[in-house]
Structures are given as structure tokens and as C-alpha cells.
């Protein structure tokens, strides 16, 4: 498989990650989408993984540190969310503006 | 002993502290903490002087290391006692101690008590800095000390306006001097390369320094003795000091402060020496000074303002001595007078205290209420005016004689100063012989004789100021004996680098003239005002003298209205806006304009996370575009 292919998917991946995260109202998908991007850097870190097989085997490690650490950052984002939640009877990012001049 | 020197003025310096911090919890508001320390310098200078009248001689020298700013800028921190210090530290401890003693009862009751004897020793303390440094910085360290000192005890009693006036005016008129002080310190370090005055008087020695520098150094630093001991024409801050307590006026006078200016001259007198141009000067300036100010005090109807400008013309008797070579009996004059002036100032006081005025018209009649005052009064007045035998017959003699020896007599081998100045020197002091034996015989009668005009019935001071006037008044009568003999004060006080001048010589005829000036004064004083004040001061049928007189020379009104009119007129206003729009200006702007642009900037913080993640994104694309296409190439 040429390594094209899942280089235009893990970017379009991406693309569909940051327009989540952009314009998506609700927090939960804002961290879903968060999550798209991770995981379409892990089809990238994979996918040279498999390209540069004989320079370098690390593409696989540094994919299982972004899933950990993406597990952890979703716990945590869940979190928040759930506090903000009860406390405030919303999950709208954007009306919670509290951090602002 | 010498190596005990260092504690001479440290022990005031610890008094100070130690009254300023605790005083007010200790005995007596702190005073005798100041006594005590100031009496144990007294018996170690007692011992110095001692040792040195036995044969002592050499200079003892320490210094140590201050602050070291490379080679060729190092900051020395030492003392030097030699006999000219020795003869000094006797002087401003008797002084020092007699007055404390004496404020102990004459400031009792006082609101600022326990500060004021604070401020006493950290001004002996500043002197006696003075008198040991062995280096110029150092000297100028306890000059400051004296100069803030002196302005924090004129103006003790500050709630009159006037005399926090007379407060500012002192400070900043002998801010003046000093002025020229430091850049003469200056000149003379570029000159020599040292502030220790043994090197620099040792490059003027071996003329290492070229006479250029010299005499520019010379004449700067002869502006800061103007300005400190009252030379014409700074001498007018002195007169107006007389508005501090009389126990400072008498320090002041006496022993300190003014006796700094004349130190200064005599301890870097070799440097004076060497040019001629500055010795002329001084000479002059002395001789100028030394009439106006005897002509000023015939006028006076405050008695502290006699003594005041009475001051200082002995100071410009002083000062016309070392103008004329006659550095031991300028020293000289300046130990009889320490103690003849500090006796007056202290009798004047008492007498102040018993009739609750300063003005002479109000007085009168006191020799039979006060006859102890009286007694010790007379003794000073008289030796104030040069009758023999009292010391300052002896001081005065032995400079006229060096005058009339260099202007009119044989001359003096290697002497700079010209025969005409020395000529103009003699004439000068034996007309302001005859003109102090006039203001103090007006003075006396005034005061004690003819009949009493004031309020009340004075009556005699308590023992503790007594004391002090009678161990003063011994001084006075008797300190003029150190002159006599060939173990006298001016072989104590010789240097190594100075011509041996060895014991004054007696020249009968100008004794004769002296004395005959003297009683003359004191003959025409008593009949004038034998019967008390006249009706119209004589002086009066002269109208320009007297408005001249009564406006102090107009040098008063020409500062006024030439130096602290264009000052307070056009160059206070002009700085203060300076201050305040240019420096504040810029420094408020600073702030302002931070805020003002923050005013418009803080909507981009709107709380909204996805417009920053936006920005966020948009950043790192940017950054992405730039590393490849600039960077990747």
C-alpha cells in the first residue's frame, strides 16, 4: 500500500478533528473531535512506521503514548465537562465565557 | 596611647546611636550616656596631648582599606594623630563636654530633651572625624556630618518659623563652600593620585603636582574653610544661627564647625604653603572679613549677635595668620579662642536664661544680680579683647607679630605670601583689636553695668550651669600660657613637612601697639556707654554707616534678591515643571499608556475557547507555511 493513502485519510481525519473542535457547540463532541485529530496522528505515526520499517520502529511506541495519553486527557475533559454541567446546567462551550475581560 | 585615638570619636558616634535608639528609657532622657562617652574621649585626648608635650612627636598613622575601585581609585579609611590633631581633640572634647554638662540644665524641660543631646554628640563625633582623618574623603565624611548636624540644632526649636530659616540658610550657605571643598578634594586627587593627605602633601613637597594644580586645589579648598568658618563673603549664615539653642551656639562657635574651616587650612597647610596666590587671598579675605565683621558687632542689640560676629572676625584673625605664615599661631588663636568663646556663649546663656530676652536693652545692672556670671563673663570679654594676661592676648600677639614680621620686619624665609598683604594683615588686626575691645566693653556694660531695663528680677544660675562656666573661665584665663616657653604649642604642633618655626618670639612693640589698640577700645567703649544704653546709638549721627551697618553690608538683600529670588523665582518653577511633566510625564505615561491600549486590547480575550483555538490553529498553520517554505528549502 503506498504510503499515500493513509497520509490523505489521517488528514482528512484532521480537518474533520479541528472543524469539530472549532465550531461544534456541545463539549462532549468538542472532545470527540479532539480525539479525531489524536487518532489521525496516530494513522500518521503508524503509517511511517510501516514506511521506515528498516530506519526506525518507534512509530508504533509514540502511537501507544498518544492513545494513553489521550485516554487520561479524555478522562480529565469529561471531568470538567460534568462539573461544568451540574454547576451550570449547560455543556455549551460558548456560554462559558467566565475567563474573559 | 595614639592607638586609643580611634575611640575619641567612636565613642560619641555610639552615644548617639544609643541615646537616639533607647535614650528616652535611660536616666536623664540619655544625656549622660553623651557625657560619658564624650568624657572618655576627653581623657584620652588628655593623655594624647600629654604624651606629645612629652616628647611624642612622631605622627602615629593607621589606615586600612575602604573601598578599592582598581588600581589607581582606592578609597583609604584611616586616621592620623599627630600634634595638630592631639591639640584638637583637647580643644572639641573640653568643649564638647563642658557644653553637654552645662545643656543638661540649661535644656531641662526641653520637648526635644533626649534629641537634642543626640544630635550634640553626633556633631562632636562629626569634628572629631575631621580632626583624625588621614584622608580627605574621610575628612569630608565628618565636614557633611557637621553640616547636617548643624542644621538639625539651629533649627531644634523649629516650630518658629524663623528659626528653620535660619536652619535652611546655614545648611545651604556652607553647601556653598563645600561645594568648592569637594572639587578641590578632586582636583588634588587627579594632582596626586591619592586622597591621603600625607601623599598629597608629599607631591606638592617634591613638586610632583605642578603649582597649577596646586593652586587651583589650594583656593577650592580654601572655599569650603570660607564657607564652614565664616569668611567673607558666606560669613552670613553665622550671625542668623544664633537661633539655635546657646549650648550649640556655643559648640558651634566654639569648638566645632567653624573651628573646621580653619583645621582644614592648617592640616593641609604645607599645600597652602607652596602657592602664594592662595596665602594672598587668604590673607585678604581674613582681613576683609575680621573689620566688617568687628564693625557689625558694635551695632548689635542681641547679645548672641555680638559673640556671633565676633566669632567671626577671630576666626579671620585665624584665618590672617595662616595667610601669613603663621601656622602655629593660628592654632594657637584657634585653642584660646575655643575657650574664651565657649565661656562667653555659656554666660551669655545664663544670662538669657535669667531675663528671658536675647536684647541687650532689656539687661543691664546684672553683675550685682549674677555676680558669678559676671565674673566668668568678664574674664572671657577681657580676653576676647586681648588684655594681657589673658589667653587671648598671648594667640593674638603671637599673630600679629608673624604679620608684622612678615610685612614690616625682617620677612620670613620661603614665605609666599607678598609683604604688601602682610602689611594690610597687621594694619587690619590691629584695628580689629581696637574695634573688639570697643563692642566689648559696649557689650559689658551693657549687659551687667549701669542699671537693669528688664522685666523681672534676674537672679544667679543653678550649680550645673556654674560649673561649667567656671572651669571654662580658668581656661580661658590660663590657655594662653601654652604659647610661652620653648616647650610650646607650636612645637607640638610642628609636622615633619613644615618648616620648624620654634618659640614664638615676644616683639615688645607690637605688644605695646596691640595692648594700646585694646585698652584704647575698652576706655572709649566705657565712656560711651558706661551709663548703660544711649538714648541714640552714636553711631547713628553717621547715617550711612549705620543704615550701612543696619543692613549688614546689604550682602544679606543682595542674596536675597540676586541668588534665592532667581532660584525660588524662575529656577525652582522651572525644575518643578521639569519634574513634574518631563520626569513624572514620562513615568506616568508609561503606565497610562499601558492601560489605554489595554483598554482596546482586552476584547481579544473574550472567554470564547473556540476563538482561541482558531487563533491557536491559525498560528501553527502559519508557522507550518513558514518552516517549509523558508526553512525547508
Same mark, same amino acid.
Given at each position: 500500500?503506498?504510503?499515500?493513502?493513509?497520509?490523505?485519510?489521517?488528514?482528512?481525519?484532521?480537518?474533520?478533528?479541528?472543524?469539530?473542535? &472549532?465550531?461544534?457547540?456541545?463539549?462532549?463532541?468538542?472532545?470527540?473531535?479532539?480525539?479525531?485529530?489524536?487518532?489521525?496522528?496516530?494513522?500518521?505515526?503508524?503509517?511511517?512506521?510501516?514506511?521506515?520499517?528498516?530506519? /526506525?520502529?518507534?512509530?508504533?511506541?509514540?502511537?501507544?503514548?498518544?492513545?494513553?495519553?489521550?485516554?487520561?486527557?479524555?478522562?480529565?475533559?469529561?471531568?470538567?465537562?460534568?462539573?461544568?454541567?451540574?454547576?451550570?446546567?449547560?455543556?455549551?462551550?460558548?456560554?462559558?465565557?467566565?475567563?474573559?475581560? | 596611647? +595614639?592607638?586609643?585615638?580611634?575611640?575619641?570619636? #567612636?565613642?560619641?558616634?555610639?552615644?548617639?546611636?544609643?541615646? *537616639?535608639?533607647?535614650?528616652?528609657?535611660?536616666?536623664?532622657?540619655?544625656?549622660?550616656?553623651?557625657?560619658?562617652?564624650?568624657?572618655?574621649?576627653?581623657?584620652?585626648?588628655?593623655?594624647?596631648?600629654?604624651?606629645?608635650?612629652?616628647?611624642?612627636?612622631? #605622627?602615629?598613622?593607621?589606615?586600612?582599606?575602604?573601598?578599592?575601585?582598581?588600581?589607581?581609585?582606592?578609597?583609604?579609611?584611616?586616621?592620623?594623630? $599627630?600634634?595638630?590633631?592631639?591639640?584638637?581633640?583637647?580643644?572639641?572634647?573640653?568643649?564638647?563636654?563642658?557644653?553637654?554638662?552645662?545643656?543638661?540644665?540649661?535644656?531641662?524641660?526641653?520637648?526635644?530633651?533626649?534629641?537634642?543631646?543626640? +544630635?550634640?554628640?553626633?556633631?562632636?563625633?562629626?569634628?572629631?572625624?575631621?580632626?583624625?582623618?588621614?584622608?580627605? /574623603?574621610?575628612?569630608?565624611?565628618?565636614?557633611?556630618?557637621?553640616?547636617?548636624?548643624?542644621?538639625?540644632?539651629?533649627?531644634?526649636?523649629?516650630? $518658629?518659623?524663623?528659626?528653620?530659616?535660619?536652619?535652611?540658610?546655614?545648611?545651604?550657605?556652607?553647601?556653598?563652600?563645600? &561645594?568648592?571643598?569637594?572639587?578641590?578634594?578632586?582636583? &588634588?586627587?587627579?594632582?596626586?593620585?591619592?586622597?591621603?593627605?600625607?601623599?598629597?602633601?608629599?607631591?606638592?613637597?617634591?613638586?610632583?603636582?605642578?603649582? %597649577?594644580?596646586?593652586?587651583?586645589?589650594?583656593?577650592?579648598?580654601?572655599?569650603?574653610?570660607?564657607?564652614?568658618?565664616?569668611?567673607?563673603?558666606?560669613?552670613?549664615?553665622?550671625?542668623?544661627?544664633?537661633?539655635?539653642?546657646?549650648?550649640?551656639?556655643?559648640?558651634?562657635?566654639?569648638?566645632?564647625?567653624?573651628?573646621?574651616?580653619?583645621?582644614?587650612?592648617?592640616?593641609?597647610?604645607?599645600? =597652602?604653603? #607652596?602657592?602664594?596666590?592662595?596665602?594672598?587671598?587668604?590673607?585678604?579675605? %581674613?582681613?576683609?572679613?575680621?573689620?566688617?565683621?568687628?564693625?557689625?558687632?558694635?551695632?548689635?542689640?542681641?547679645? +548672641?549677635?555680638?559673640?556671633?560676629?565676633?566669632?567671626?572676625?577671630?576666626?579671620?584673625?585665624?584665618?590672617?595668620?595662616?595667610?601669613?605664615?603663621?601656622?602655629?599661631?593660628?592654632?594657637?588663636?584657634?585653642?584660646?579662642?575655643? =575657650? =574664651?568663646?565657649? *565661656?562667653?556663649?555659656?554666660?551669655?546663656?545664663?544670662?538669657?536664661?535669667?531675663?528671658?530676652?536675647?536684647?541687650?536693652?532689656?539687661?543691664?545692672?546684672?553683675?550685682?544680680?549674677?555676680?558669678?556670671?559676671?565674673?566668668?563673663? *568678664?574674664?572671657?570679654?577681657?580676653?576676647?579683647?586681648?588684655?594681657?594676661?589673658?589667653?587671648?592676648?598671648?594667640?593674638?600677639?603671637?599673630?600679629?607679630?608673624?604679620?608684622?614680621?612678615?610685612?614690616?620686619?625682617?620677612?620670613?624665609?620661603? &614665605?609666599?605670601?607678598?609683604?604688601?598683604?602682610?602689611?594690610?594683615?597687621?594694619?587690619?588686626?590691629?584695628?580689629?583689636?581696637?574695634?573688639?575691645?570697643?563692642?566689648?566693653?559696649?557689650?559689658?556694660?551693657?549687659?551687667?553695668?549701669?542699671?537693669?531695663?528688664?522685666?523681672?528680677?534676674?537672679?544667679?544660675?543653678?550649680?550645673?550651669?556654674?560649673?561649667?562656666?567656671?572651669?571654662?573661665?580658668?581656661?580661658?584665663?590660663?590657655?594662653?600660657?601654652?604659647?610661652?616657653?620653648?616647650?610650646?604649642?607650636?612645637?607640638?604642633?610642628?609636622?615633619?613637612?613644615?618648616?620648624?618655626?620654634?618659640? %614664638?618670639?615676644?616683639?615688645?612693640?607690637?605688644?605695646?601697639?596691640?595692648?594700646?589698640?585694646?585698652?584704647?577700645?575698652?576706655?572709649?567703649?566705657?565712656?560711651?556707654?558706661?551709663?548703660?544704653?544711649?538714648?541714640?546709638?552714636?553711631?547713628?549721627?553717621?547715617?550711612?554707616?549705620?543704615?550701612?551697618?543696619?543692613? +549688614?553690608?546689604?550682602?544679606?538683600?543682595?542674596?536675597?534678591?540676586?541668588?534665592?529670588? %532667581?532660584?525660588?523665582?524662575?529656577?525652582?518653577?522651572?525644575?518643578?515643571?521639569?519634574?513634574?511633566?518631563?520626569?513624572?510625564?514620562?513615568?506616568?505615561?508609561?503606565?497610562?499608556?499601558?492601560?489605554?491600549?489595554?483598554?482596546?486590547?482586552?476584547?481579544?480575550?473574550?472567554?470564547?475557547?473556540?476563538?482561541?483555538?482558531?487563533?491557536? =490553529?491559525?498560528?501553527?498553520?502559519?508557522?507550518?507555511?513558514?518552516?517549509?517554505?523558508?526553512?525547508?528549502?
Amino acid at each position: 500500500m503506498p504510503l499515500l493513502y493513509p497520509l490523505v485519510f489521517a488528514a482528512f481525519l484532521f480537518s474533520a478533528g479541528v472543524y469539530g473542535v &472549532l465550531a461544534r457547540r456541545n463539549a462532549v463532541m468538542v472532545l470527540m473531535s479532539i480525539e479525531l485529530m489524536l487518532n489521525a496522528v496516530n494513522v500518521n505515526l503508524v503509517a511511517f512506521n510501516a514506511y521506515l520499517r528498516d530506519q /526506525l520502529v518507534s512509530g508504533q511506541v509514540f502511537a501507544l503514548f498518544v492513545i494513553a495519553v489521550a485516554a487520561a486527557e479524555v478522562g480529565i475533559g469529561l471531568a470538567i465537562v460534568l462539573l461544568i454541567f451540574r454547576n451550570r446546567e449547560t455543556v455549551n462551550i460558548d456560554e462559558v465565557d467566565l475567563l474573559r475581560w | 596611647m +595614639k592607638e586609643l585615638a580611634w575611640l575619641v570619636p #567612636a565613642l560619641p558616634l555610639v552615644a548617639w546611636a544609643v541615646i *537616639l535608639l533607647v535614650g528616652k528609657r535611660l536616666p536623664d532622657g540619655g544625656a549622660p550616656v553623651g557625657i560619658l562617652a564624650v568624657a572618655a574621649g576627653w581623657v584620652i585626648s588628655l593623655t594624647i596631648l600629654f604624651g606629645v608635650i612629652g616628647g611624642a612627636r612622631d #605622627a602615629y598613622h593607621v589606615a586600612g582599606e575602604w573601598a578599592a575601585f582598581g588600581p589607581g581609585l582606592e578609597i583609604p579609611f584611616g586616621m592620623t594623630v $599627630d600634634g595638630l590633631a592631639a591639640v584638637l581633640l583637647v580643644v572639641v572634647t573640653t568643649i564638647s563636654l563642658f557644653v553637654q554638662i552645662y545643656s543638661v540644665s540649661y535644656m531641662r524641660g526641653d520637648e526635644r530633651y533626649t534629641l537634642f543631646f543626640a +544630635k550634640l554628640s553626633l556633631f562632636t563625633a562629626g569634628m572629631l572625624i575631621v580632626v583624625v582623618a588621614d584622608n580627605l /574623603l574621610l575628612l569630608l565624611v565628618g565636614w557633611e556630618i557637621m553640616g547636617v548636624c548643624s542644621y538639625f540644632l539651629i533649627g531644634h526649636w523649629w516650630e $518658629d518659623p524663623a528659626n528653620a530659616r535660619a536652619a535652611v540658610k546655614a545648611f545651604l550657605t556652607t553647601r556653598v563652600g563645600d &561645594l568648592g571643598f569637594m572639587a578641590g578634594i578632586f582636583v &588634588l586627587f587627579w594632582g596626586a593620585g591619592s586622597f591621603e593627605i600625607e601623599r598629597i602633601i608629599d607631591g606638592v613637597e617634591s613638586g610632583r603636582i605642578s603649582s %597649577a594644580t596646586v593652586t587651583l586645589g589650594a583656593a577650592l579648598l580654601f572655599c569650603g574653610a570660607i564657607g564652614k568658618s565664616g569668611q567673607f563673603p558666606l560669613h552670613t549664615w553665622l550671625p542668623d544661627a544664633m537661633a539655635g539653642p546657646t549650648p550649640v551656639s556655643a559648640l558651634i562657635h566654639a569648638a566645632t564647625m567653624v573651628a573646621a574651616g580653619v583645621f582644614l587650612v592648617a592640616r593641609m597647610y604645607p599645600v =597652602f604653603e #607652596a602657592s602664594g596666590a592662595v596665602l594672598n587671598e587668604i590673607a585678604i579675605i %581674613a582681613s576683609i572679613t575680621m573689620l566688617i565683621a568687628a564693625l557689625l558687632a558694635l551695632v548689635q542689640d542681641d547679645i +548672641k549677635r555680638v559673640l556671633a560676629y565676633s566669632t567671626v572676625s577671630q576666626l579671620a584673625y585665624m584665618m590672617a595668620a595662616l595667610g601669613v605664615g603663621g601656622y602655629s599661631a593660628g592654632v594657637f588663636h584657634l585653642f584660646t579662642h575655643a =575657650f =574664651f568663646k565657649a *565661656l562667653l556663649f555659656l554666660a551669655a546663656g545664663a544670662v538669657i536664661h535669667a531675663v528671658h530676652s536675647n536684647d541687650m536693652s532689656e539687661m543691664g545692672g546684672l553683675a550685682r544680680a549674677m555676680p558669678v556670671t559676671f565674673g566668668t563673663f *568678664l574674664v572671657g570679654a577681657l580676653a576676647l579683647a586681648g588684655i594681657a594676661p589673658l589667653s587671648g592676648f598671648w594667640s593674638k600677639d603671637e599673630i600679629l607679630t608673624d604679620a608684622w614680621t612678615a610685612g614690616f620686619g625682617e620677612g620670613v624665609e620661603g &614665605l609666599a605670601t607678598s609683604r604688601g598683604v602682610a602689611q594690610v594683615v597687621f594694619v587690619a588686626g590691629i584695628v580689629t583689636g581696637f574695634l573688639t575691645a570697643l563692642y566689648v566693653a559696649r557689650m559689658l556694660w551693657l549687659t551687667f553695668g549701669a542699671a537693669y531695663r528688664g522685666q523681672g528680677r534676674p537672679h544667679e544660675a543653678e550649680a550645673g550651669i556654674l560649673v561649667p562656666l567656671l572651669v571654662l573661665a580658668v581656661g580661658a584665663a590660663l590657655a594662653g600660657f601654652v604659647g610661652l616657653g620653648d616647650n610650646s604649642i607650636s612645637t607640638w604642633i610642628q609636622t615633619p613637612l613644615l618648616p620648624s618655626e620654634g618659640p %614664638a618670639t615676644l616683639n615688645l612693640g607690637v605688644i605695646a601697639a596691640a595692648s594700646a589698640a585694646a585698652l584704647l577700645g575698652l576706655l572709649l567703649g566705657t565712656a560711651l556707654y558706661r551709663r548703660g544704653l544711649p538714648e541714640r546709638e552714636y553711631l547713628e549721627r553717621l547715617p550711612p554707616v549705620w543704615t550701612t551697618l543696619q543692613h +549688614k553690608y546689604y550682602l544679606d538683600d543682595l542674596y536675597e534678591r540676586g541668588l534665592v529670588r %532667581a532660584v525660588t523665582g524662575a529656577l525652582a518653577p522651572a525644575t518643578y515643571w521639569f519634574d513634574q511633566r518631563l520626569i513624572d510625564g514620562a513615568v506616568n505615561g508609561a503606565g497610562l499608556g499601558t492601560r489605554r491600549l489595554a483598554r482596546g486590547l482586552r476584547y481579544v480575550q473574550s472567554g470564547q475557547a473556540q476563538w482561541y483555538a482558531a487563533a491557536l =490553529f491559525l498560528g501553527v498553520v502559519g508557522i507550518a507555511v513558514v518552516v517549509t517554505q523558508l526553512v525547508g528549502r
